[in-house]
């Protein structure tokens, strides 16, 4: 299972993509395996050489009662200190965020894969938009074949 952050390539130039571990609760977890979480508002923060993953909404768990978790807490990402420190580098230019791409299991454990972007303008969005409908066109003439 997949959960894909798709507004996160339209509105951003993806520089660099690196995967990182996220730390959860059991009822985080179960909720995220049921697909009641969204990274599309999401984005990272570094604070005292940590990053961490703020809006991310993970949905309430129903059978969690009294031990279930925020539904949009800031949740710490697991990198290696050079990881982290190459990431300062980069947040340290102008323009640059850290957004979450996407969220997968990879071995039963969680992963995030967390994008350096920078934003695009209009007429770049438009420009992308311009391409993918050329390819589209392209593939849909070659099918007709």
Do not use: W
Request: aromatic content about 8%; glycine content about 6%; hydrophobic content about 30%.
């Amino acid at each position: 299972m997949e959960i894909l952050n798709r507004k996160a390539r339209h509105d951003y130039f993806v520089d660099e993509a690196i995967e990182a571990g996220i730390v959860l609760t059991g009822t985080e977890i179960k909720s995220i395996r049921n697909g009641d979480c969204n990274i599309k508002d999401c984005y990272g923060i570094i604070k005292n050489h940590e990053v961490f993953l703020l809006n991310m909404y993970v949905g309430q768990y129903k059978e969690g009662n009294i031990f279930n978790h925020e539904e949009s807490r800031d949740r710490k990402l697991l990198l290696h200190k050079k990881e982290i420190s190459k990431l300062e580098k980069y947040i340290e230019q102008k323009g640059y965020t850290l957004i979450p791409l996407k969220l997968y299991f990879k071995e039963s454990r969680l992963k995030v894969e967390l994008g350096v972007c920078h934003g695009k303008k209009d007429y770049d969005k438009r420009e992308s938009i311009k391409e993918r409908d050329i390819k589209r066109e392209v593939a849909k003439n070659l099918k007709k074949y």
